[in-house]
């Protein structure tokens, strides 16, 4: 079995982490709730992050 490892450069952007993964960006908040996003930047990942939490979640 081939086991496939990457590092999560992770990176803060306001209240989120960011990391990169094959052109999605994982965008986690303080409390590692983690939303898997499509976006031309890490800065629009994080605003759709953001926009996405407080509407379905009600988080601010």
């Known amino acids: 079995m081939h086991t ?3 590092l999560l450069n992770l990176r803060r952007i306001g209240a989120y ?3 990169e993964v094959e052109g999605k960006y994982i965008v ?3 409390s590692m ?3 898997l996003v499509e ?3 890490p800065e629009d990942a994080v ?3 953001n926009e996405y939490l407080r509407g379905v ?3 601010e």
């Open 4 to 6: 496939k490892v990457r």
């Open 17 to 19: 982490y960011v990391a």
């Open 28 to 30: 986690c908040d303080e």
């Open 33 to 35: 709730t983690c939303l």
């Open 39 to 41: 976006a031309s930047s």
């Open 47 to 49: 605003r759709i992050a």
């Open 57 to 59: 979640i009600g988080e």
